[in-house]
C-alpha cells in the first residue's frame, strides 16, 4: 500500500474531468489563481509602512458613544416562534 502510481493518477484525473468537466475545472483553476495573486499583493501593500502624515486613526465605538447617537437602533436577532 505504498505510493500510488502515474496510471492512478490520470485514473483519477479522468474521473475528476468527467464529474465537473473542462470549464468548471478551468473556472475553478482562475479564481484560485487570482485568489493567490491577491495575497501576494496584499502581503506586499501590508509589509511597506506608512508615512506618518497619512496615518489616520480609526474610530472605535464604545457603549456612551451609542448612547449619544439618536440614530443608532440596537438590534437583537432572535428566532421565529
Do not use: R, Y
Request: zero cysteines; proline letters at 4%.
Amino acid at each position: 500500500m505504498g505510493s500510488f502510481s502515474i496510471w492512478h493518477w490520470l485514473i483519477v484525473l479522468l474521473v475528476v474531468v468527467l464529474i465537473f468537466g473542462t470549464k468548471k475545472l478551468k473556472n475553478i483553476g482562475a479564481d484560485l489563481g487570482g485568489a493567490v495573486k491577491g495575497f501576494k499583493d496584499g502581503v506586499k501593500s501590508g509589509g511597506e509602512a506608512t508615512p506618518a502624515g497619512d496615518a489616520t486613526p480609526t474610530q472605535q465605538v464604545t457603549a456612551t458613544n451609542q448612547a449619544a447617537d439618536p440614530n443608532t437602533v440596537d438590534v437583537e436577532a432572535k428566532t421565529k416562534s
